[in-house]
């Protein structure tokens, strides 16, 4: 199994939207209603920040948004601030009964 | 308040067996829906998910290392084990230990360990 595709990058600047994409197959991130998004800080444990493609975490912000079309999903992040700067990696349950990882992305806030 | 600790060898022989422990609080592994999971991260790279069982002792591998993989719990003591055999210096990672309680976040990890480094080299 390949891990899930994402972008390596994005940059976005204080105050506009991102959208970070997850691609990955019919097996997984298109089969699946388990897809989750976590955002991680250098030399931290990631956190949950979306899970079940679209739900929030109580005491993530309302800034984050989950989505997912057909075996792409994506993570909006919108009004950015300086502080959302940091990894966010995808993941998803498959068909065979296994978990995902996409390979992260690093946001940066101009 | 949930807790997991990961604990195990810092450093590594090649072709040495890797024996980590997870011990957890707040939760049992007893309950319905619950379960405890590995993942690792290289430096520098993406997660990687290694394995995970649940409450009813069922267990699932990476499809990529489930020959040298082995985990299994033991709820008395509100521990998870994994074993990984033939270990390699790519194998050098942070091991994460992490819960996923499908009656809240399914498939999903809520919580996470710290995570422990090990090194693998000669």
């Known amino acids: 199994q390949s891990a899930l595709t994402q972008p390596a990058s994005v940059s976005g600047s204080p105050g506009q939207s991102i959208t970070i994409s997850c691609t990955g197959t019919s097996s997984d991130v298109g089969g699946s209603d388990y897809v989750s998004w976590y955002q991680q800080f250098p030399g931290k444990a990631p956190k949950l920040i979306i899970f079940e493609v679209s739900s929030r975490p109580s005491g993530v912000s309302h800034r984050f948004s989950g989505s997912k079309s057909a075996n792409t999903a994506s993570l909006t992040i919108s009004g950015l601030q300086t502080d959302d700067e940091a990894d966010y990696i995808c993941s998803s349950y498959t068909s065979i009964n296994t978990i995902l990882f996409g390979g992260g992305t690093k946001l940066t806030v101009l | 308040q949930v807790t997991l600790r990961e604990s195990g060898p810092a450093l590594l022989k090649p072709t040495q067996t890797l024996t980590l422990t997870c011990t957890f609080s707040g939760f049992s592994l007893n309950t319905t829906g619950m379960c405890v999971s590995w993942i690792r991260q290289p430096p520098g790279k993406a997660l990687e998910w290694l394995a995970l069982?649940?409450?009813?002792?069922?267990?699932y591998y990476s499809t990529s290392l489930e020959t040298r993989l082995t985990i299994s719990k033991d709820t008395s003591k509100n521990q998870v084990v994994l074993k990984m055999t033939n270990m390699d210096p790519i194998d050098t990672a942070t091991y994460y230990c992490?819960?996923?309680?499908?009656?809240?976040?399914?498939?999903?990890?809520?919580?996470w360990g710290q995570g422990t480094t090990v090194t693998v080299a000669s």
């Open positions: 992490a819960r996923i309680f499908h009656a809240s976040v399914t498939y999903g990890v809520d919580v």
């Open positions: 069982v649940d409450w009813d002792d069922d267990k």
